[in-house]
T-cell receptor, first 115, second 116 residues
Framework: GAVVSQHPSRVICKSGTSVKIECRSL??????MFWYRQFPKQSLMLMAT?????????EQGVEKDKFLINHASLTLSTLTVTSAHPEDSSFYIC???????????FGSGTQLSVL | AQKITQTQPGMFVQEKEAVTLDCTYD???????LFWYKQPSSGEMIFLIY??????QNATEGRYSLNFQKARKSANLVISASQLGDSAMYFC?????????????FGKGTTLSVSS
C-alpha cells in the first residue's frame, strides 16, 4: 500500500534555531500534501495545504513566514519551523493524497521540542 | 464551512463489550467522505473505516462499523468485542469531495479506555 515517510520522528532544538521536517511519498506521486499540528490530547489542526510547484495555502492564523513549506517535487514536501520558540513545541504530521480522492495517507509524525 | 463534532472526551468499556463513539458533521458539499482514525500513544494515525456520502450501505471493516445516518448528519463508529489494544484516541474526520485537493478536517477526538 501507499506509504508516507516523515523524518525526523523527534527533534529537540534550542530556541531561535530552525528545524526542517521532511515528508516523502515513497511509492506514489502526491500532487497535494497537508501539514497538521497537534498539541497533547487535542485534535489535528490543519496548518497548510502544499501543492507541488506552487505556493502553499495556509490556514487562517498560521504564519507563513514562520512555517515555511516547500513542495518542490511530487514526492517531497518540507516544513521548516523558522526561529523556533518553546510555544512551537508540538507534534507535526503530514499527509498525502493518492489515487481516489478520498484516499489519504499519513506520515508517522514529528515531535518537536524547543528548549 | 465544514465542521466535525465529537462530544465524548472519554469513553470507558470492558473487554469484549461493544462501544459506540459519536460523531456529527456539517457540510454544504453534497459529496463528502467520512473517516475514522485511531491514534495510539505513538502518534501514528491508523485508518479504520470510510463512508462516502452516496454510499447506500453502512461501511464495515472487521470489528469496526460505521452507523451512517445522513439525515441526522451523524457517523458513529461502533467497535464490537473491544480489546485492550483498542485503547487509544479516536478521531472522526471529513473531507469534502466536490473539488480535488481538499484536506481532512478532524473532530476533537475521543479517548477510549478498554479495561479487563
Amino acid at each position: 500500500g501507499a506509504v508516507v515517510s516523515q523524518h525526523p520522528s523527534r527533534v529537540i532544538c534550542k530556541s531561535g534555531t530552525s528545524v526542517k521536517i521532511e515528508c516523502r511519498s515513497l511509492d506514489f506521486q502526491a500532487t497535494t500534501m497537508f501539514w497538521y499540528r497537534q498539541f497533547p490530547k487535542q485534535s489535528l489542526m490543519l496548518m497548510a495545504t502544499s501543492n507541488e510547484g506552487s505556493k502553499a495555502t495556509y490556514e487562517q492564523g498560521v504564519e507563513k513566514d514562520k512555517f515555511l513549506i516547500n513542495h518542490a517535487s511530487l514526492t517531497l514536501s518540507t516544513l521548516t519551523v523558522t526561529s523556533a520558540h518553546p510555544e512551537d513545541s508540538s507534534f507535526y504530521i503530514c499527509s498525502a493524497s493518492h489515487g481516489a480522492r478520498e484516499k489519504l495517507f499519513f506520515g508517522s509524525g514529528t515531535q518537536l521540542s524547543v528548549l | 464551512a465544514q465542521k466535525i463534532t465529537q462530544t465524548q472526551p472519554g469513553m470507558f468499556v470492558q473487554e469484549k463489550e461493544a462501544v459506540t463513539l459519536d460523531c456529527t458533521y456539517d457540510t454544504s458539499d453534497p459529496s463528502y467522505g467520512l473517516f475514522w482514525y485511531k491514534q495510539p500513544s505513538s502518534g501514528e494515525m491508523i485508518f479504520l473505516i470510510y463512508q462516502g456520502s452516496y454510499d447506500q450501505q453502512n461501511a464495515t471493516e472487521g470489528r469496526y462499523s460505521l452507523n451512517f445516518q445522513k439525515a441526522r448528519k451523524s457517523a458513529n463508529l461502533v467497535i464490537s468485542a473491544s480489546q485492550l489494544g483498542d485503547s487509544a484516541m479516536y478521531f472522526c474526520a471529513m473531507k469534502e469531495l466536490g473539488q480535488a485537493g481538499t484536506a481532512l478536517i478532524f473532530g476533537k477526538g475521543t479517548t477510549l479506555s478498554v479495561s479487563s
